[in-house]
Structures are given as C-alpha cells and as structure tokens.
C-alpha cells in the first residue's frame, strides 16, 4: 500500500473517530438518557451542550475536508502520481488554510 493510500485510511479512520466522539458528546451517550437518544430515530435529540456542540461541527469540517482529500487522493493514485501528491497529502494535515494549499498541490500533479 502507498503512503498516499495509508494517509486516506487514518483520515477514514480519524473522521470516524470525529464522528463518534460528536455523537457521544452531544447526546451525553455516557448517561441513560443519552443511550436511549443514541440508540432512538434522532426524533427529538436535546440540543448538545457547549463542547457537544463544538464536538459536532468539528466532525462535520472533518467530513467535509475528508470528502475533498479522498476524491484527489484516490485520483492521484489511480493517475500513478502518488509520489507528488503525497507531499500534498502531508501537508494539508497541519490546519485547514495549508489544508486548501495541499490539496491544490495535489490537483496540481494530477492536471
């Protein structure tokens, strides 16, 4: 496996763990009301607390970026040109303005 497809499988599995740590936080899933909210339709869900509610929109960013990084990614691979995009790949794991500069880099050497 490439370095490029390693960085997409711990970016599948940190927005994961993002995901599961909004829903734990924000239904207070380690109480017994919050397992029944976590385990019912999602009806009638309380509104989170402050840092559920941090929680939440902080694993809604990282699937939206997730969205963007696996679609170059895999395309670099499929192109063959993982050695370049890796760089990118890397790069835009630091904060989200140098995120936006690898996954440039990245569209750049597949175009």
Do not use: C
């Not at 497809?5 to 940190?14: G, N, R």
């Not at 999602?42 to 929109?57: F, H, K, M, Q, S």
């Not at 835009?92 to 303005?97: A, H, I, K, N, P």
């Amino acid at each position: 496996m490439t370095t490029l497809l390693q960085l997409v499988v711990y970016a599948t599995v940190l927005t994961w763990v993002s995901i599961m740590a909004a829903t734990t936080l924000s239904n207070r899933e380690w109480t017994l009301e919050g397992m029944k909210v976590g385990l019912s339709n999602r009806d009638n869900v309380p509104e989170p607390t402050p840092l559920g509610g941090r929680a939440v929109r902080a694993a809604a960013n990282t699937l939206e970026n997730f969205a963007l990084f696996v679609a170059l990614a895999l395309t670099a691979h499929a192109a063959g040109r993982d050695g370049e995009a890796t760089l990118g790949a890397h790069v835009r794991s630091l904060v989200w303005g140098v995120g936006i500069t690898g996954l440039a880099m990245m569209l750049f050497a597949i175009i």
